[in-house]
């Protein structure tokens, strides 16, 4: 039995699978980054809303409708909308105050073009805008 030509054939194959896992990256990671860069507007849309709204709770629920809104423009499903998650609420709104909102998101783990979708992972986008020290509150 000849060992000739195994070189080749070895060749080829440790350089697909190499390759393989590399390939799929490239694919899969600019889905991530435009997963993130949606949930990151999303949230600095609604704290645009909250920080420059009339401090009602009415402002509170049209900015999480809106986070929403903004994330369903790219086909996502926003699964939490946290306003100020520290205090709970951002009411009562004061002057000098930092809006703060988290936006999750579900995605596909693995989206591959031609192929499909697999699995599930959550991505986090976080923003902070700050209540105008000048305004007029009531």
Excluded: K, N
Excluded at 79 to 90: E, F, K, N
Excluded at 108 to 119: K, N, Q, Y
Aim: net charge neutral; with cysteine.
């Amino acid at each position: 039995m000849s060992d000739r030509g195994g070189a080749t054939v070895e060749l080829a194959a440790g350089i697909g699978l190499l390759l393989l896992p590399l390939a799929v990256a490239v694919l899969v990671a600019p889905a991530w980054v435009s997963a993130r860069t949606t949930a990151v507007a999303a949230a600095q849309a609604a704290g645009r809303i909250v920080a420059t709204g009339p401090g009602t709770a009415e402002s509170e629920a049209s900015a999480r409708a809106h986070a929403v809104e903004v994330a369903s423009t790219r086909a996502y499903d926003v699964v939490h909308v946290r306003l100020c998650p520290d205090a709970g609420s951002c009411l009562p709104l004061t002057r000098d105050r930092r809006v703060v909102v988290e936006v999750e998101i579900l995605v596909p783990a693995v989206d591959l073009p031609g192929v499909g979708s697999f699995g599930a992972r959550w991505v986090r986008g976080r923003a902070t805008t700050p209540v105008d020290p000048y305004r007029s509150l009531p």
